[in-house]
């Protein structure tokens, strides 16, 4: 996978920019507020259709202005592809894949494959249960446009199924409970089964690779927190049954308390729970043990390797982790934003200042 340029309309601060890079690492260096993240995160948008920064898609236009695009092209093994994302203050955005407008969001995942690193990232390690859910589910939807689906369809039976719960009418509950129930079960099982085979493989190379950044001293050990079943009716029936069990407790506080919405990834170093007791350093490598392992699952799963985007992240490694981390990135291309370059590696560098490649 190799982007080939990038063109900005209105967004963020960018005005009206067309950048191109080139296959390896490329730099994007600049002052501090200079559209340096801004640029990847174009870059992410047209990958999962999301912004890693936020859910309003209206802050993404350049101020003033009420209409943005987005243009990626870009070289995959299957062929040359356009996407072209368009931004609206009144409407929602819209999306054409190689001229053609797609109909659902669905239709983007997988065309261009991206993982996003940034110091925010830690957060992944350290923080709630989900951001290591969110985790899951971006690499899952871009693998595979079903899971996108599923995952859509189960957010909203779950909302229905809340709002039923506050609702608080028994009657209505007694009575259509059990249908919410199976439908909801319906999609949970296929969230899951797909999360456990995604821990399965993330297991593997997570090991690998931190080992790799810790010179064999720390062992990196993955599990899937929820219900593990791999076979759907033994999953559906175990679900069937703690959605009954736990329906007292759902009434009371209004909303659905099992499932995999609440699921988690278990990260243990040298058998301790590194969320709750590693080091800040040691969180900070197991982040990146999971980035590193994303890329071979992208490249075991996809055949080729994503497009790395790294914001920031430099600053935030030791040396030795720094090392390893640029000896990796040799395999793909790399975009990685920074306010100074000062390594001794052939790299296309990209100066950013005030939303203009200069
Ligand atoms: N919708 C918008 N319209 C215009 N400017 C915006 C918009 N959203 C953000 N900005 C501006 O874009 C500028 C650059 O942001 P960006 O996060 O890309 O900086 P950066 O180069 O990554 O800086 P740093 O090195 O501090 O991370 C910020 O000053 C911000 O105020
Ligand atoms: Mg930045």
């Known amino acids: 996978m190799e982007i080939k340029s990038v063109q900005l309309k209105n967004f963020r601060n960018y005005e009206n920019e067309s950048v191109v890079f080139k296959n390896g690492l490329n730099i994007l260096e600049g002052k501090n507020a200079q559209g340096k993240t801004n640029l ?3 870059v992410f948008l047209c990958a999962i259709g999301k912004s890693p920064r936020t859910n309003k898609e209206k802050e993404l236009i350049k101020w003033n202005e009420n209409f943005g695009k ?3 092209e870009f070289l ?7 996407i072209e994302l368009y931004l609206f203050s009144n409407q929602n955005k819209a999306i054409k894949i190689n001229g053609v407008p797609i109909k659902k969001l669905g239709e983007l995942m997988g065309e261009l494959n991206a993982i996003y690193f940034s110091p925010d990232e830690l957060k992944l390690v350290k923080e709630s249960p989900e951001e290591r859910r969110r985790f899951m589910d971006i690499d899952l939807c871009q693998f595979n446009k079903n899971y996108f689906y599923a995952l859509s369809k189960y957010n909203k039976i779950l909302n229905q199924r809340n709002k039923l719960l506050k609702s608080g009418n028994i009657n209505s509950i007694k009575e259509t409970i059990s249908i919410w129930n199976e439908q909801l079960s319906e999609q949970a099982c296929y969230i899951i089964l797909k999360r456990l085979e995604l821990i399965e493989q993330l297991k593997v190379f997570a090991k690998q690779s931190h080992f790799y950044l810790t010179d064999n001293l720390e062992e990196m050990n993955l599990s899937y927190v929820g219900l593990t079943d791999t076979e759907k009716s033994v999953l559906k029936e175990k679900l069937l049954k703690l959605y009954d069990e736990s329906l007292e407790k759902d009434l009371n506080l209004g909303y659905t308390t099992v499932g995999p919405h609440r699921d988690d990834i278990k990260i243990m170093v040298n058998n301790i729970d590194i969320r709750h007791f590693g080091s800040q350093g040691q969180q900070r490598s197991c982040a990146l043990s999971l980035k590193l392992a994303e890329l071979e699952i992208f490249k075991s799963n ?30 793909f291309q ?13 790299a296309n560098v ?3 200042s005030n939303g203009k490649v200069v």
């Open 70 to 72: 987005i243009t990626v």
């Open 334 to 346: 790399t975009i990685l934003t920074c306010t100074e370059y000062n390594l001794n590696l052939p």
């Open 302 to 331: 996809l055949g080729e390797y994503p497009v790395l985007l790294l914001d920031d992240v430099l600053s935030e490694l030791d040396e030795n982790r720094r090392e390893k981390l640029l000896k990796i990135i040799n395999n």
């Open 40 to 42: 990847l995160e174009a």
């Open 350 to 352: 990209l100066k950013i």
């Open 76 to 82: 995959k093994s299957s062929g040359n592809k356009k």
